[in-house]
């Protein structure tokens, strides 16, 4: 079989190397997997080192055939040129096949965001239910749209996390990156009432800040449906998923007219690149208004 000892030593490179967080190196086996098979399946391959660049486009043209979006094939793309990278690195190929493949165009896709007025209606008029249960849901959703937490950000966060006198929280991201993020004191208040609420709520806790009703760690499918059942309450996006809530953080704060730096320290983002995306966001709002304004604009409707 193609995947032999040079596929396990890839994930192996990914968590001790690359610390990638267990989802995205989830990810890429998957992308890797499903290539490695289509080598194997469609052409008999037995060795990473016989793969080519026929090989990879015909795995485009079949993802293609079989309604695969362009930007979804640039990710596991994307993968392949790690995985052969790690493989170059090792001496196990000669050469990557992926410095001949033209990754498809895509159109730049705007984040998706919840309005501003529909998360204030979920934070200042959705009653929450009585006790520990309601308490976490809020607190959940409120970290994760006032400081621009990822999912597994907040997972990884513990009492210990927040700092009071200073009116901030520790978190760690990406790599194991450390990041501070302050927070307002009205949340200050209320983070640190759950804490307390926490602790008399269960005899034996964990470490985790936020808790399952038993009391147990929370896992990535119960912040999913937690996060998509209160924001089905305020609005219709499609994506209502924790993602979803880091990019509203950051949309709001750039069509308020904050820094972009500091949106890019607040979100933990190695490169600015990554940030940008957010000011397309106030550039279209911005040409709402001048639409709506300008004596010369094409108002809506």
């Known amino acids: 079989?193609?995947?032999?000892?040079?596929?396990?030593?890839?994930?192996?490179?990914?968590?001790?190397?690359?610390?990638?967080?267990p989802h995205t190196v989830e990810a890429y086996q998957s992308d890797t997997d499903q290539f490695l098979t289509f080598a194997e399946v469609q052409y008999g391959l037995i060795s990473v080192s016989e793969i080519g660049p026929l090989h990879i486009r015909a795995w485009m043209v079949d993802m293609l055939e079989h309604g695969l979006s362009p930007r979804a094939i640039n990710r596991k793309l994307s993968c392949l040129k790690t995985f052969f990278r790690f493989l170059l690195k090792r001496g196990w190929v000669q050469q990557s096949p992926m410095l001949k493949i033209l990754a498809p165009k895509t159109g730049k896709a705007l984040p998706v965001f919840v309005r501003e007025e529909h998360l204030a209606q979920l934070l200042d008029e959705v009653v929450f239910p009585a006790g520990f249960e309601g308490a976490r849901d809020r607190m959940m959703l409120e970290l994760l749209y006032m400081t621009?937490?990822?999912?597994?950000?907040?997972?990884?966060?513990?009492?210990?996390?927040?700092?009071?006198h200073r009116m901030q929280i520790r978190v760690k991201g990406k790599g194991g990156k450390e990041r501070i993020i302050p927070i307002l004191p009205d949340l200050a208040e209320r983070l640190r009432a759950y804490i307390d609420l926490r602790r008399t709520s269960f005899e034996e806790l964990p470490a985790n800040l936020l808790l399952t009703?038993?009391?147990?760690?929370?896992?990535?499918?119960?912040?999913?449906?937690?996060?998509?059942?209160?924001?089905?309450?305020?609005?219709?996006?499609?994506?209502?998923?924790?993602?979803?809530?880091r990019h509203s953080f950051a949309t709001h704060l750039s069509n308020k007219g904050a820094d972009i730096n500091a949106i890019k320290e607040l979100l933990g983002h190695s490169s600015l690149a990554a940030t940008q995306v957010y000011t397309h966001n106030a550039i279209e709002k911005l040409k709402e208004v001048y639409q709506l304004a300008h004596p010369k604009g094409k108002p809506k409707g």
């Open 148 to 164: 621009g937490l990822r999912r597994a950000e907040l997972m990884g966060m513990t009492p210990e996390s927040a700092d009071f």
């Open 1 to 21: 079989m193609i995947r032999g000892h040079e596929h396990r030593a890839f994930r192996d490179y990914l968590v001790y190397e690359k610390r990638f967080s």
């Open 213 to 245: 009703d038993k009391g147990a760690p929370m896992y990535p499918k119960f912040v999913y449906r937690v996060v998509r059942k209160y924001l089905s309450m305020v609005t219709t996006v499609e994506k209502r998923s924790p993602h979803v809530l």
